[in-house]
């Protein structure tokens, strides 16, 4: 069965520290695979997405994703942290036309 | 991009009284919307697919009598919660999506059901 699974429930690091958000997927064919983020009293937004080609992903906001078929993973990082990016990140899989999403992973930012 | 929203935003109803929460596409035909339920501190779960006309596909679990879902034009899908019970009380998202399913899913900033 297809699944995703974000190990870390709640990060905090400190604005302008590096940032790595961990999604793990299982899933039998290749992946389509999806970074959301959500923020209090908005919808989720698309953070980046991978399809095929370049595993490297480039996303809005500074964000980037590898997709590692060896690990079935799907990391998402950031260079350096602003406070704004303090939200909900939800890792995703697409499967037969739907999407599954992991637990998610709640970023608190200090100054 | 494209902007989907909710209505209402938050509602607080009496047990066993029935809610309707509508879902738009403001500037694009969404063929396909998805309604998906977010318990606190957990993952969205999907409940239901509806494709404009037709009827909607149920996930395995969910009531489809309690959760009448109707995508009754391209730019609007409501979802009625029947008989509500506190258990129901939830946040309630949807999404929408023009044409493949290549395609993004946008989604609604949600709907917050308490039932008491």
């Known amino acids: 069965a297809q699944s995703v699974t974000q190990p870390d429930i709640h990060i905090t690091v400190s604005e302008g520290a590096s940032l790595e958000l961990r999604c793990n997927y299982s899933y039998g064919a290749t992946p389509y695979l999806f970074w959301y983020v959500q923020s209090p009293g908005q919808g989720l937004q698309l953070l980046l997405k991978?399809?095929?080609?370049?595993?490297l992903v480039q996303g809005i906001k500074g964000f980037e994703a590898e997709f590692k078929r060896s690990q079935s993973s799907f990391n998402l990082r950031k260079p350096s942290v602003h406070w704004s990016d303090a939200a909900e990140y939800f890792c995703a899989v697409g499967a037969a036309d739907k999407l599954i999403f992991g637990t998610g992973t709640r970023l608190q930012v200090f100054p | 991009g494209a902007v989907v929203s909710q209505h209402p935003s938050w509602v607080i109803c009496k047990s066993g009284t029935s809610v309707k929460i509508e879902c738009r596409s403001l500037d694009f035909q969404a063929t396909t919307m998805f309604w998906y339920r977010q318990f606190p501190k957990q993952s969205l779960m999907l409940m239901a697919t509806?494709?404009?006309?037709?009827?909607?596909?149920?996930e395995q679990g969910v009531e489809k009598d309690k959760f009448l879902i109707n995508h009754a034009s391209l730019t609007l899908s409501t979802l009625t919660v029947t008989s509500a019970h506190p258990e129901d009380s939830s946040f309630y998202i949807c999404s929408a999506r023009e044409g493949s399913s290549y395609n993004e899913q946008f989604f609604g900033p949600g709907t917050r059901l308490t039932v008491l």
């Open positions: 991978y399809f095929s080609g370049d595993t």
């Open positions: 509806s494709n404009e006309g037709s009827k909607a596909t149920y």
